[in-house]
């Protein structure tokens, strides 16, 4: 790991001592990041666009809450059986997903995670509907009780973000990776070199559900809480717009993007909440048009020019 | 080697390949002629799967490959280049040769271990692109190669799959001439165990490289021979050669 990368590191440790009361925030933070980090997995590196990716956050979130409500609240099995959950929903709609591209694939998983949402909505017996799933209660880890400041939640989040952020660098930096950017930069000439390009997008949207599923779990385990909003084309959008705020395909671009989005709303939320989306607009159009390649990008860039 | 029964393929009404048959031993240089439009490139690509005939097989070293995906065609000895540049613009060409080379060898699925552990693979990208006399641009983006290099660079991503069949579609397309001979002496000095099919508009290449020709016309196969037997071909010198032979 890099200087740069092990001071990053070390100052996510920060906000412990720093802003003790914004620990819940923090670990909303983390939470985001690792749900940003799986969309850069297919979006970054593979190029499949995604407007559904919360299907699989969704998905993870429920299975965690649906276990932890009856009575397997231990949160490390429950992560890791949500995780499962999600990557196996993923396997399946891989199937499907790779063989499109462009506006098809666009529409695709928009489709796919705008029914989910629906179906959810729909099997009130089993999520709670509208009213989101009640009786969620999180077993204490590994002794800690999730406290009313965050400290555990964020530590917890904290921890697994870090653990899949290796995973996620190992996978870039593997043959596997480097396959992967092969079929976003050409997917037309991978056969033509005996790549078979819809196993590795197979394999690489499974991987990336059952990070989003993760994250999504922590989420339900870290607020003791999942609604309906956890599978919404808002949280779909909102993770797009994340990670193209700090840079798709530069592994911390959801990271960044994730601290840079979350921060900024918790700030307008005690203004003028309703103007937010005003704000986000604004902010894409800014985004797009003065750093195409994110905040990462423009940081690179700017690092790069004195040489 | 290579061989092919009945392959036929219309788009609509237009018969771009009809009742194809080829037989290419090991080891020959053939060149594929034919004007604008006559299925040359559609033959490529039905051979290496990109389409699907409507009807006909393909042999490839005797077994049928006809029903295999192009991945496969390919794993089993049968690599083509793209006439027009098919390449990865924003990976280095040593990159974008390793991943062939790595899915060669069976290592692409593996995402647990870092690339620099796979120095054998990166070391023979490295080799081929050395051969293509590409090593001192291997780090450069694709997307700032020279057209030249790009050409040649197309050419390495074919070999690095380790073909016994190699189908070259106007690899000196859009190439200046004194390039051009460069790029065929490269091709000429493969190794001859490689039969290679390259497909070639310019009579002087085609003649001094090739030691057989297959004329295509409106997708069908109007003659195949040695240069001389083509040259003396009343049919194509009338179709083909003698067209060329008033233009210039
Ligand atoms: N996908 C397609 N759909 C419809 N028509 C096509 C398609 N591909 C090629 N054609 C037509 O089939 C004919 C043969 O095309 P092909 O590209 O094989 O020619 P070619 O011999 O390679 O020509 P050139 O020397 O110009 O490269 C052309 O008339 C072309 O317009
Ligand atoms: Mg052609």
Redesign the interface.
């Known amino acids: 790991m890099r200087p740069l990368e092990a001071a990053f590191w070390a100052a996510t440790l920060l906000p412990f001592v720093v802003t003790p009361s914004y620990l819940a925030l923090a670990s909303q933070v983390a939470i985001t990041a690792l749900f940003a980090l799986s969309l850069d997995l297919i979006l970054g590196y593979a190029g499949i666009v995604s407007l559904g990716h919360a299907a699989y956050f969704g998905f993870g979130a429920y299975t965690a809450g649906l276990l932890s409500k009856h009575d397997f609240g231990e949160p490390l099995t429950g992560l890791v059986l949500a995780a499962i959950a999600a990557g196996l929903l993923g396997y399946v709609t891989s199937h499907l997903i790779v063989r499109f591209r462009h506006l098809a694939l666009i529409m695709l998983t928009l489709g796919l995670g705008l029914l989910l949402a629906e179906a959810a909505n729909s099997a009130s017996w089993l999520t709670g509907g509208a009213d989101g799933l009640q009786g969620v209660k999180t077993a204490p880890l590994l002794g800690f009780k999730f406290d009313l400041y965050g400290r555990t939640a964020y530590a917890y989040s904290l921890a697994v973000l870090f653990l899949l952020f290796l995973v996620a660098r190992?996978?870039i930096?593997?043959?596997?990776?480097?396959?992967l950017?092969?079929i976003?930069?050409?997917a037309?000439?991978?056969?033509?070199?005996?790549?078979?390009?819809l196993a590795?997008l197979r394999?690489v949207y499974t991987?990336a559900a059952v990070m989003a599923g993760a994250a999504g779990a922590l989420l339900t385990q870290t607020t003791s809480t999942v609604s309906l909003e956890v599978l919404s084309f808002g949280r779909s959008a909102d993770v797009l717009v994340i990670l193209i705020l700090g840079g798709a395909g530069r592994l911390y671009g959801g990271i960044v993007g994730a601290i840079i989005y979350m921060v900024a709303r918790d700030q307008f939320a005690s203004m003028n909440p309703q103007y937010w989306y005003f704000w986000v607009g604004l902010l894409l159009v800014a985004v797009v048009l003065f750093l195409p390649n994110g905040v990462l990008g423009g940081l690179s860039a700017l690092y790069k020019r004195p040489e | 080697m290579l061989s092919t029964k009945d392959l036929n393929k219309r788009f609509g009404s237009l018969v771009v390949a009809q009742d194809i048959a080829l037989e290419l031993p090991a080891g020959v240089r053939y060149a594929l002629i034919g004007p604008n439009g006559a299925g040359k490139t559609t033959l490529i690509n039905l051979l290496?799967?990109?389409l699907a005939p409507d009807a006909g097989q393909i042999f490839l070293a005797g077994r049928e490959i006809s029903a295999l995906?192009?991945?496969a065609r390919?794993?089993a000895g049968l690599?083509?280049t793209?006439q027009i540049n098919?390449?990865?613009?924003?990976?280095t060409p040593l990159?974008?040769v390793?991943?062939?080379v790595?899915?060669?060898e069976g290592?692409?699925?593996?995402?647990?271990?870092?690339?620099p552990a796979?120095g054998a693979?990166i070391e023979e990208a490295h080799g081929l692109l050395a051969k293509l006399r590409l090593a001192p641009v291997e780090h450069r983006a694709t997307r700032e190669l020279a057209y030249g290099q790009q050409r040649l660079l197309e050419i390495a991503?074919?070999l690095?799959?380790r073909p016994r069949v190699l189908l070259l579609d106007e690899p000196a397309a859009g190439v200046p001439q004194d390039e051009s001979a460069e790029l065929f002496a490269a091709i000429a000095g493969l190794s001859q165990e490689l039969t290679v099919l390259f497909i070639e508009h310019d009579m002087n290449v085609v003649f001094r490289f090739a030691e057989r020709i297959i004329v295509m016309v409106g997708g069908r196969i109007l003659a195949e021979g040695t240069p001389g037997e083509v040259a003396r071909d009343a049919r194509v010198r009338e179709v083909y050669l003698g067209k060329h032979a008033r233009a210039a």
């Open positions: 190992r996978i930096h593997s043959p596997f990776g480097l396959a950017r092969g976003r930069e050409n037309r000439r991978m056969p033509a070199i005996g790549a078979p390009s590795h394999k991987i | 290496t799967g990109l995906r192009p991945e390919v794993r690599a083509r793209f098919t390449l990865f613009a924003g990976l990159e974008s390793a991943i062939a790595l899915e060669r290592h692409a699925h593996n995402w647990w271990r870092a690339l796979f693979a991503l074919a690095a799959t």
